[in-house]
């Protein structure tokens, strides 16, 4: 099949990151169809097709898809004539007041990443689908850490923290707390900081500085975890973050993993907690970091395949929405 991952924002790179992973793990064809690959502020991720640079080609692609992932549900009205003809995945990435549900709502489905998204309740009913991570690709790998412990700290954004009933939430990342504890141990300590100061880096430098880094915090307020997990993961790394808050969220992770009961690979923290885990994983040295990195990087090999996750997630969802398309043109 020919599969369009079309978004109308860069999604942290997601549309064309799964684009990738489908045609690297699949026999299908995807591409990505966006309308940039940069929020404008320095974040840019690696891209495909952006409609604001090359009109016709976005449309080409879009008229021989077979299927089309609506990121968010979201689509640019001059593209709305081609991708109601087509059968339709809406993915959520967002609460569901920043998500458009027409095609849901016309009972196409509807997938949510598997993320603290996915443990709402405003989400039942819908399909959860891991977030992609392409382990295979060089930026993913791990290389041969420093000496020198270093500690990986990049957030999608300098929030602090929201009220738990503000729409913003899930943006929370602790990120001053963070900060001056993480400058508080580099002095104690020595380490080398991998972080966001005055200006946000783009994604292939946010990779190479976890691939830099023994440990990666991720976020340690809302709850969640985000693509920084995984990613740290991936470079073989310590990841710590506050998935435990949040029951739900642990057992959606568990359920992506397909891990039953087990544990999930992150060390635990909370605000309250997170000097204390800092120091006990800064003070077992870097030769043992390394060692914790490497079998992270494994982990995500055997749990977080998207070959496995295709056949497991995503193909009963593409299967339904051909499906209730062919039904429709039947009718």
């Given at each position: 099949m020919n599969i369009v991952s079309y978004a109308t924002t860069p999604l942290a790179g997601v549309p064309a990151i799964l684009a990738r992973c489908i045609t690297a793990e699949t026999v299908h064809r995807a591409r990505c169809v966006w309308a940039r690959s940069t929020y404008g502020n320095g974040v840019v991720f690696t891209g495909d097709i952006e409609w604001s640079?090359?009109?016709?080609?976005?449309?080409?692609?879009?008229?021989?898809?077979d299927v089309v992932i609506v990121h968010n549900g979201k689509v640019a009205s001059q593209h709305r004539r081609i991708i109601d003809t087509k059968p339709v995945i809406t993915m959520a990435h967002n609460y569901r007041w920043n998500v458009d549900c027409r095609y849901v709502n016309k009972g196409l489905p509807g997938a949510v990443v598997g993320q603290y998204q996915a443990s709402?309740?405003?989400?039942?009913?819908?399909?959860?689908?891991p977030?992609?991570?392409?382990?295979?690709?060089?930026?993913?790998?791990?290389?041969?850490k420093p000496t020198q412990i270093a500690v990986a700290f990049t957030p999608s954004g300098k929030h602090e923290r929201f009220?738990?009933?503000?729409?913003?939430?899930?943006?929370?990342?602790?990120?001053?707390?963070t900060m001056r504890l993480l400058d508080k141990l580099a002095q104690s300590y020595g380490l080398q900081l991998e972080v966001i100061r005055s200006v946000q880096v783009n994604h292939i430098e946010s990779l190479a500085m976890k691939r830099r880094a023994h440990v990666v915090i991720d976020e340690c307020v809302t709850g969640s975890y985000h693509r920084d997990s995984l990613e740290g993961l991936a470079a073989g790394c310590?990841?710590?973050?506050?998935?435990?808050?949040?029951?739900?969220?642990?057992?959606?992770?568990?359920?992506?993993?397909?891990?039953?009961?087990?544990?999930?690979p992150f060390v635990y923290a909370d605000f309250g907690s997170l000097e204390e885990v800092l120091v006990?994983?800064?003070e077992k040295g870097s030769a043992v970091l390394s060692s914790m990195g490497r079998s992270n990087h494994e982990w995500m090999k055997s749990h977080w395949a998207f070959s496995r996750q295709w056949t497991r997630f995503w193909a009963p969802i593409i299967e339904a929405a051909l499906e209730i398309a062919h039904h429709r043109k039947r009718q």
């Amino acid at each position: 099949m020919n599969i369009v991952s079309y978004a109308t924002t860069p999604l942290a790179g997601v549309p064309a990151i799964l684009a990738r992973c489908i045609t690297a793990e699949t026999v299908h064809r995807a591409r990505c169809v966006w309308a940039r690959s940069t929020y404008g502020n320095g974040v840019v991720f690696t891209g495909d097709i952006e409609w604001s640079k090359s009109p016709a080609e976005a449309e080409e692609k879009l008229d021989e898809a077979d299927v089309v992932i609506v990121h968010n549900g979201k689509v640019a009205s001059q593209h709305r004539r081609i991708i109601d003809t087509k059968p339709v995945i809406t993915m959520a990435h967002n609460y569901r007041w920043n998500v458009d549900c027409r095609y849901v709502n016309k009972g196409l489905p509807g997938a949510v990443v598997g993320q603290y998204q996915a443990s709402l309740p405003e989400f039942q009913g819908w399909n959860v689908v891991p977030d992609p991570i392409p382990i295979w690709e060089p930026e993913y790998q791990p290389t041969e850490k420093p000496t020198q412990i270093a500690v990986a700290f990049t957030p999608s954004g300098k929030h602090e923290r929201f009220p738990s009933t503000d729409p913003l939430y899930w943006h929370s990342k602790g990120y001053t707390t963070t900060m001056r504890l993480l400058d508080k141990l580099a002095q104690s300590y020595g380490l080398q900081l991998e972080v966001i100061r005055s200006v946000q880096v783009n994604h292939i430098e946010s990779l190479a500085m976890k691939r830099r880094a023994h440990v990666v915090i991720d976020e340690c307020v809302t709850g969640s975890y985000h693509r920084d997990s995984l990613e740290g993961l991936a470079a073989g790394c310590v990841v710590v973050n506050g998935m435990h808050l949040r029951t739900g969220v642990v057992e959606v992770f568990r359920m992506c993993a397909e891990i039953g009961g087990a544990d999930a690979p992150f060390v635990y923290a909370d605000f309250g907690s997170l000097e204390e885990v800092l120091v006990f994983l800064i003070e077992k040295g870097s030769a043992v970091l390394s060692s914790m990195g490497r079998s992270n990087h494994e982990w995500m090999k055997s749990h977080w395949a998207f070959s496995r996750q295709w056949t497991r997630f995503w193909a009963p969802i593409i299967e339904a929405a051909l499906e209730i398309a062919h039904h429709r043109k039947r009718q």
